[in-house]
């Protein structure tokens, strides 16, 4: 009988003190286990470890520091240093490398970006342009890549079907206009486009939902439309989303950036330069769009500069980015209602910043 009540005895503190040991901090308990296999003259060390789920080498550095009457330092800096910890202008380098030599996704499904560069090319890219002398291997560097965004994909993945006359030269011209626009502190610079109109009704839109949702699998009759104009800050990285029933036409897009102007164009001091694509509804050979966009300067006392992108390219327009991201966050989603549209868009985030969604309704309100 006293045989059996040590033996309960036994589990029972063993128990309690793992129990306790759970509340208490790695190295309290490591010094505590060490006393125990100390006070054992031999074979402590593996009966403490065999009591309780830890290692002999746990105990046996309980025991060394038991008898110090203090823990061991916490060993920091171990291991394999990053990428980024041995070269910390890497990631900056490849953003400025990557900046003119990307493109968006072409089926606008994704935020990640094509790029034709292949892995040897960029490092002798980084080399030659940033002076590296030394840099890790290709499967590192094609890891960060990655990481960062970029997918490399072939040329064929980002070969335009069309290319206009004079394409270098607008890209040439284009990158003297940002690069004046960025070093001017009185200057702001934004994107704005029109994205592909969406119906509102229950159909299915080719997306994935963790939730199982029940969808038409055609369209029936004819639905609400509902047109989503973006302004994106190029400086700040904030979007700001404008929506209207049936078409954007150009007095809409006006009218628009007059309201963003008022609401949150309050950096705009002296030059506001916009990037376009060359779409209809962005052409400067419609005599109403010249109209409305002197007015716009005009009245804001600002000197616009208007950027535009070669043909085909448009994809180049930050904007685009923009709507890769949200086609990607809602394409899962039943978008049976003009509430739910805004609602969904107003929870997509791009560049860390969730889209400022309104539809052209409430904009009086807001002003």
Same mark, same amino acid.
Request: glycine fraction near 8%.
């Given at each position: 009988?006293?045989?059996?009540?040590?033996?309960?005895?036994?589990?029972?503190?063993?128990?309690?003190?793992?129990?306790?040991?759970?509340?208490?901090?790695?190295?309290?308990?490591?010094?505590?286990?060490? /006393?125990?296999?100390? %006070?054992?003259?031999? *074979?402590?060390? &593996?009966?403490? $470890?065999?009591?309780?789920?830890? =290692?002999?080498?746990?105990?046996?550095?309980?025991?060394?520091?038991?008898?110090?009457?203090?823990?061991?330092?916490?060993?920091?800096?171990?291991?394999?240093?990053?990428?980024?910890?041995?070269?910390?202008?890497?990631?900056?380098?490849?953003?400025?490398?990557?900046?003119?030599?990307?493109?968006?996704?072409?089926?606008?499904?994704?935020?990640?970006?094509?790029?034709?560069?292949?892995? /040897?090319?960029?490092? %002798?890219?980084?080399? *030659?342009?940033? &002076?590296?002398? $030394?840099?890790?291997?290709?499967? =590192?560097?094609?890891?960060?890549?990655?990481?960062?965004?970029?997918?490399?994909?072939?040329?064929?993945?980002?070969?335009?079907?069309?290319?206009?006359?004079?394409?270098?030269?607008?890209?040439?011209?284009?990158?003297?206009?940002?690069?004046?626009?960025?070093?001017?502190?009185?200057?702001?610079?934004?994107?704005?486009?029109?994205?592909?109109?969406?119906?509102?009704?229950?159909?299915? /839109?080719?997306?994935?939902?963790?939730?199982?949702?029940?969808? &038409?699998?055609?369209?029936?009759?004819?639905?609400?439309?509902?047109?989503?104009?973006?302004?994106?800050?190029?400086?700040?990285?904030?979007?700001?989303?404008?929506?209207?029933?049936?078409?954007?036409?150009?007095?809409?897009?006006?009218?628009?950036?007059?309201?963003?102007?008022?609401?949150?164009?309050?950096?705009?001091?002296?030059?506001?330069?916009?990037?376009?694509?060359?779409?209809?509804?962005?052409?400067?050979?419609?005599?109403?769009?010249?109209?409305?966009?002197?007015?716009?300067?005009?009245?804001?006392?600002?000197?616009?500069?208007?950027?535009?992108?070669?043909?085909?390219?448009?994809?180049?327009?930050?904007?685009?980015?923009?709507?890769?991201?949200?086609?990607?966050?809602?394409?899962?989603?039943?978008?049976?209602?003009?509430?739910?549209?805004?609602?969904?868009?107003?929870?997509?985030?791009?560049?860390?910043?969730?889209?400022?969604?309104?539809?052209?309704?409430?904009?009086?309100?807001?002003?």
């Amino acid at each position: 009988m006293l045989h059996q009540l040590l033996s309960a005895c036994k589990h029972i503190l063993v128990d309690m003190l793992k129990e306790l040991f759970s509340l208490v901090p790695n190295e309290v308990e490591r010094i505590w286990l060490g /006393r125990m296999a100390n %006070a054992v003259d031999h *074979g402590g060390q &593996a009966l403490v $470890s065999r009591l309780f789920p830890r =290692s002999k080498e746990f105990v046996a550095k309980g025991q060394k520091e038991a008898k110090a009457g203090k823990a061991s330092p916490i060993a920091s800096g171990r291991g394999r240093k990053g990428i980024e910890a041995k070269h910390p202008n890497l990631v900056e380098d490849i953003h400025k490398l990557m900046k003119d030599k990307c493109s968006a996704d072409p089926r606008l499904k994704g935020d990640w970006r094509y790029s034709g560069l292949t892995i /040897r090319e960029i490092r %002798a890219e980084l080399i *030659g342009r940033f &002076a590296y002398t $030394s840099l890790p291997g290709r499967s =590192s560097l094609h890891k960060l890549v990655n990481r960062l965004g970029y997918r490399l994909k072939t040329v064929e993945k980002t070969k335009h079907p069309k290319r206009a006359p004079g394409t270098d030269a607008i890209f040439g011209n284009l990158d003297g206009i940002h690069e004046c626009v960025e070093n001017s502190p009185q200057a702001a610079r934004i994107s704005a486009d029109c994205k592909d109109k969406i119906r509102i009704n229950g159909s299915s /839109r080719g997306g994935k939902s963790r939730i199982g949702a029940r969808r &038409a699998d055609h369209d029936f009759g004819h639905n609400a439309q509902l047109a989503p104009f973006g302004i994106y800050n190029v400086i700040t990285g904030i979007t700001d989303v404008f929506m209207t029933l049936g078409r954007a036409a150009a007095d809409f897009m006006a009218g628009m950036l007059q309201k963003w102007r008022d609401l949150y164009g309050e950096g705009i001091k002296k030059l506001l330069q916009i990037d376009l694509d060359n779409g209809p509804g962005n052409s400067m050979r419609r005599r109403q769009r010249i109209k409305r966009m002197l007015e716009f300067a005009h009245k804001n006392n600002v000197f616009v500069v208007l950027a535009y992108y070669p043909p085909y390219l448009s994809k180049y327009n930050p904007i685009e980015h923009v709507w890769g991201s949200l086609e990607r966050h809602w394409n899962g989603f039943i978008l049976d209602s003009i509430e739910a549209a805004l609602g969904y868009a107003s929870a997509a985030i791009y560049n860390g910043n969730a889209l400022r969604v309104a539809w052209k309704a409430a904009i009086t309100q807001m002003v």
